[in-house]
Nanobody, 123 residues
Framework: QVQLVESGGGLVQAGDSLRLSCAAS????????MGWFRQFPGEERGFVAY????????DYADSVKDRFTISRDNAKNTVYLQMNSLKPEDTAVYYC????????????????WGQGTQVTVSS
């Protein structure tokens, strides 16, 4: 089982940038595909971005495409979410998630989750 801990959230102004980090431990990091999700108040968590085990394949929600970039450093057991041109509607709790390598392409659900980090964007 892999443990995930997010960091980097905070309060920023519209148009600012923020980088979230997610540190993984417990298992070989490169055995996992990774993702970022976010949860708005009163709503279920929704997909934000995905990156495969090698970093060679990514996917984004339409709402963040061209503004957010997911990346990973397997030597540091860390996945990142670079968020640029932030908008007030990006305000949410952001979660890091993992699933076994290859499972995303098989349509399986993310199995491991962090505790979340709050991102608040003021207008």
């Amino acid at each position: 089982q892999v443990q995930l801990v997010e960091s980097g959230g905070g309060l920023v102004q519209a148009g600012d940038s923020l980088r979230l980090s997610c540190a993984a431990s417990g298992r070989t990091f490169s055995n996992y595909d990774m993702g970022w999700f976010r949860q708005f108040p009163g709503e279920e968590r929704g997909f934000v971005a995905y990156i495969n085990w090698s970093g060679g394949s990514t996917d984004y929600a339409d709402s963040v495409k061209d503004r957010f970039t997911i990346s990973r450093d397997n030597a540091k057991n860390t996945v990142y979410l670079q968020m640029n041109s932030l908008k007030p509607e990006d305000t949410a709790v952001y979660y890091c998630a993992a699933l076994k390598r290859g499972d995303y392409e098989l349509g399986r659900e993310f199995a491991y989750w962090g505790q979340g980090t709050q991102v608040t964007v003021s207008s």
